[in-house]
């Protein structure tokens, strides 16, 4: 996502604490020298010649013998963690009421929400827009769980950013989501680059509905409406268009 971005932005951009609130094998391939196959015979018509192929064969019996029961192992643990999480969903389901089922149904079916004209452009309307939009992902990562272009729209650097993403993944990993809440933008302020600095700032204030997550081993947790809650977000245009540097909710 472009140059490694941290940016430095007054009274700092942290996290906000919390939601809205293989097994590998390595292997050798084994090649064989031009005439290498004549050169055994002749090598093991000698009793000492013998004796070495017989070594080298008991030696590589054992290896490939060695080899499979490692690769059984694996298998063997492969299985035993898909078992696990399958019997883990089963039991999750299983303690969903038929209302609950239906409400994580209407989350997860949650269109993704459309990009605004001139997001991409290189002015204020610009960055505006790709926050607002950056906005909309936020909710709709929470619901379905999907944070693809969140991310795509987050730099590498953002710690608000990654921990958005982080938490969303992990709540729907657990078999949770959040359902759909209101969110009104009543002001946006685009500010232009400050000397020393290399991003622009973007003030948003927004007002939010409650806020309702359901974890299926502990039950559904509330947030009351937010009224005027303010954010500062820190962006830039990097190859055709806005990212997000970080983002930090202001005290009231």
């Given at each position: 996502?472009?140059?490694?971005?941290?940016?430095?932005?007054p009274?700092?951009l942290?996290?906000?604490?919390?939601?809205?609130?293989?097994?590998?094998?390595?292997?050798?391939?084994l090649?064989?020298?031009?005439g290498?196959?004549?050169?055994?015979?002749?090598?093991?018509?000698?009793?000492?010649?013998?004796a070495?192929?017989?070594?080298?064969?008991?030696r590589?019996?054992?290896s490939?013998?060695?080899?499979?029961?490692?690769?059984?192992?694996?298998?063997?643990?492969?299985k035993?963690?898909?078992?696990?999480n399958?019997?883990?969903?089963?039991?999750?389901?299983?303690?969903?009421?038929?209302?609950?089922?239906?409400?994580?149904?209407?989350?997860l079916?949650?269109?993704?929400?459309?990009?605004?004209?001139?997001?991409?452009?290189?002015?204020?309307?610009?960055?505006?827009?790709?926050?607002?939009?950056?906005?909309e992902?936020?909710?709709?990562?929470?619901?379905?769980?999907?944070?693809?272009?969140?991310a795509a729209?987050?730099?590498?650097?953002?710690?608000f950013?990654?921990?958005?993403?982080?938490?969303a993944?992990?709540?729907h990993?657990?078999?949770?989501?959040?359902?759909?809440?209101?969110?009104?933008?009543?002001?946006i302020?685009?500010?232009?680059?400050?000397?020393?600095?290399?991003?622009?700032?973007?003030?948003?204030?927004i007002?939010?509905?409650?806020?309702?997550?359901?974890?299926?081993?502990?039950?559904?947790?509330?947030?009351?409406?937010?009224?005027?809650?303010?954010?500062?977000?820190?962006?830039r245009?990097?190859?055709?268009?806005w990212?997000?540097?970080?983002g930090?909710?202001?005290?009231?």
């Amino acid at each position: 996502m472009g140059d490694e971005y941290v940016p430095t932005i007054p009274n700092g951009l942290c996290t906000r604490g919390d939601p809205p609130v293989e097994c590998g094998r390595s292997g050798s391939r084994l090649g064989r020298t031009p005439g290498g196959r004549r050169f055994g015979r002749w090598y093991a018509s000698w009793p000492w010649g013998r004796a070495g192929c017989a070594l080298k064969d008991a030696r590589a019996e054992a290896s490939a013998s060695a080899s499979a029961s490692a690769s059984a192992a694996v298998a063997r643990a492969e299985k035993g963690i898909a078992d696990a999480n399958a019997s883990a969903t089963a039991s999750r389901e299983a303690a969903l009421t038929p209302d609950l089922k239906a409400q994580r149904d209407t989350a997860l079916a949650e269109p993704a929400p459309a990009k605004p004209l001139h997001m991409d452009e290189e002015s204020a309307r610009g960055a505006t827009g790709s926050v607002q939009y950056f906005l909309e992902l936020y909710r709709y990562a929470y619901m379905t769980g999907d944070t693809t272009e969140l991310a795509a729209m987050s730099e590498d650097g953002c710690v608000f950013c990654n921990s958005v993403i982080d938490q969303a993944t992990e709540l729907h990993k657990e078999g949770g989501w959040a359902n759909r809440w209101e969110q009104d933008i009543t002001n946006i302020r685009y500010y232009e680059k400050l000397e020393g600095y290399n991003y622009n700032l973007i003030h948003v204030h927004i007002s939010y509905g409650q806020m309702t997550w359901f974890y299926p081993d502990s039950g559904p947790s509330v947030a009351e409406p937010d009224e005027d809650r303010e954010l500062k977000l820190g962006v830039r245009y990097i190859n055709g268009r806005w990212m997000i540097g970080e983002g930090e909710v202001i005290p009231k």
